[in-house]
């Protein structure tokens, strides 16, 4: 049987000031308003005879994976918890150890987490044509049909035809500048890089201990050590650390004798950046892509996104303007590749805006902070009906609560009580306390803190539900 992997331990930075590390872009719904990119990738897999997924991702987004499967109603994954990023290679091995466990015959469909497919019926067309070749021991990935000279993409050039749709691959090349895409294209012999994969579980292990012997021994000890976390399978930190970090790629498919390429006609895009998401997105009569609360004149061939305030533009043709709450990038469409450059300074600064919105996501809900300064900060908290928050105390903060909605249990030093709508508390600096939603509806409260140090990390927990480190 299939077993679909799901890789989502990308950050997707050329899509900040959106995409952050806590909440990057195969989370957020950038093409569709009704499903993030995770739930599209498993939703155009709908009509194929498929094992549960295997969904592989960071620690941090566990609660967002696991929500986002409920909302699709698929409560038998297996969520395999990295302790750090150590690119493809590794991932996909840990999920074809999950998938021998449940079936030893396993075939892997290997998916990243964040690429558009449009043309649903033809990728399942021919994931099961990769489905049959897999069957012959052929490690096979999918090239996409290069539609131009692209330069932001890695290339494959077909070997030898090996039957009506699949090629031997010749070899994998890197990212070309524009003279050379431009003569790949002019062969009609090279496909772009898709980083999608169908091969046996038992194949793929086996090439692997035979061109990465030491990514193969480390991520099986990681695996084996592996503990449990909820419903979450945890892997072991420090045997995962001693693992190299390399891409499926690197590791095995440019070094084995096995690789396949089928080429893949289907609306593709790995919506790298913003000028990717402006080409899949539905454009209006002047190309314009506007999301949100956005007015324009004599404008055109743009991107344009508001997620707060009102963003209105004149005037202007092949730009990017994305609005969020706490920073607004303005780019030419042509350059947007290089907005990891303004990531990467923002990292060296230290700044936050990298890693977080002022809305941040939690699995009891979300806190958005709406005003702060250096000894208060106000933050709007919103608790999801029969969810709570660990037992926790702060050495240098107080903290106020007013609910603005629902009904709040509260817990400060032992004792218990009931708040409603416009009723407040104080919790003083030091007390142990819990806040849980015991209603049918969300809890809306507003949160003032005071004090001489207002970070997230000044939490000391005693007890907590969701099994987060004290």
Not at 103 to 121: G, Y
Not at 182 to 188: D, F, I, R, V
Not at 258 to 270: E, H, K, M, R, T
Not at 322 to 351: C, F, M, P, S, Y
Request: glycine letters at 6%; charged letters at 20%.
């Amino acid at each position: 049987m299939i077993h679909p992997i799901l890789l989502c331990g990308g950050v997707g930075s050329r899509l900040w000031p959106v995409s952050r590390g806590l909440f990057p872009k195969q989370y957020i719904n950038l093409v569709d308003p009704d499903e993030s990119m995770l739930q599209q990738t498993i939703s155009r897999l709908a009509g194929l005879e498929l094992a549960p997924p295997i969904v592989v991702c960071n620690d941090e987004h566990r609660f967002l994976v696991a929500e986002q499967l409920r909302q699709l109603g698929i409560d038998d994954a297996t969520i395999l918890l990295e302790p750090m990023g150590r690119n493809t290679g590794p991932a996909v091995a840990l999920a074809a150890y999950a998938a021998q466990l449940k079936d030893d015959t396993a075939t892997l469909l290997v998916l990243p987490a964040d690429h558009v497919i449009e043309q649903h019926h033809s990728f399942q067309a021919v994931v099961a044509q990769a489905a049959a070749v897999a069957e012959q021991d052929k490690l096979v990935t999918f090239g996409i049909v290069a539609s131009g000279p692209e330069t932001g993409y890695g290339y494959i050039e077909r070997g030898e035809k090996l039957d009506e749709t699949s090629f031997a691959v010749a070899r994998f090349v890197e990212k070309p500048n524009l003279a050379t895409a431009t003569e790949y294209l002019a062969t009609g012999n090279y496909d772009w890089n898709s980083g999608m994969f169908v091969f046996k579980a038992n194949t793929f292990l086996a090439e692997l201990n035979h061109c990465a012997p030491q990514m193969a021994a480390s991520t099986k000890l990681a695996f084996d050590n592996r503990g449990g976390d909820m419903d979450f399978i945890r892997i072991h930190a420090e045997d995962f650390a001693a693992c190299p970090s390399d891409s499926i790629d690197y590791a095995v498919m440019e070094k084995t004798d096995n690789a396949v390429v089928i080429p893949l006609d289907a609306g593709w895009s790995d919506v790298g950046a913003w000028n990717s998401l402006w080409e899949v997105s539905e454009q209006d009569d002047n190309a314009n892509v506007c999301r949100g609360d956005v007015m324009t004149h004599n404008v055109s061939n743009s991107y344009i996104r508001s997620d707060q305030r009102l963003v209105a533009a004149v005037g202007v043709s092949d730009i990017v303007v994305v609005e969020t709450a706490d920073a607004v990038l303005v780019a030419d469409k042509n350059q947007v590749q290089d907005v990891k450059h303004i990531v990467n300074q923002l990292k060296a600064d230290g700044r936050d805006e990298t890693h977080a919105h002022t809305k941040v996501y939690r699995p009891w809900g979300s806190y958005e902070s709406i005003a702060n300064d250096r000894r208060f900060q106000v933050k709007r908290i919103v608790v999801t009906p029969g969810q709570t928050l660990s037992l926790q105390m702060h050495h240098h903060r107080a903290e106020h609560w007013v609910v603005v909605s629902g009904s709040a249990l509260v817990e400060c030093d032992g004792k218990e009580f009931l708040l409603a709508e416009d009723q407040s508390t104080y919790i003083p600096l030091g007390h142990k306390h819990r806040l849980s939603n015991p209603g049918v509806i969300p809890l809306e409260l507003i949160e003032v803190q005071s004090g001489s140090y207002l970070g997230e990390d000044d939490i000391v927990r005693f007890e907590d539900v969701y099994g987060r480190s004290e």
